[in-house]
């Protein structure tokens, strides 16, 4: 079974920081493109950062600065370095990649979400 499972979320006061993680585990061959989206209640969801590769990036323009895309291909394992978090960072975040399976499937995946509350 292929599944995103993500981890990292919390509470925590305006100006801190976490860290996001989301792992893809199963029948994978490749993972390429990977995401972090979120949704704030009453919302739509949107992009926050993405990565192809090692190294390349985008940021939506809220988050740019603070929040830092990384991945660790050998654990197919992706991050997100949260930084300077303010109360409109508040969200569930969603995991998203593109995976190619073993069986030459191809899938666009979600983790479940992880809840990141910044009080203010």
């Known amino acids: 079974q292929v599944q995103l499972v993500e981890s990292g979320g919390g509470l925590v006061q305006a100006g801190g920081s976490l860290r996001l993680s989301c792992a893809a585990t199963?029948?994978?061959?490749?993972?390429?493109?990977m995401g972090w989206y979120r949704q704030a209640p009453g919302k739509q969801r949107e992009l926050v950062a993405r990565?192809?590769?090692?190294?390349?990036?985008r940021y939506a323009d809220s988050v740019k600065g603070r929040f830092t895309i990384s991945r660790d291909n050998a654990k197919n394992t992706m991050y997100l370095q949260m930084n300077s978090l303010q109360p409109e960072d508040t969200a569930v975040y969603y995991c998203n990649a593109d995976l190619l399976l073993r069986t030459l499937e191809r899938r666009d995946e979600w983790g479940q979400g992880t809840q990141v509350t910044v009080s203010s």
């Open positions: 199963g029948n994978i061959f490749r993972v390429n493109a």
């Open positions: 990565i192809i590769g090692d190294s390349n990036t």
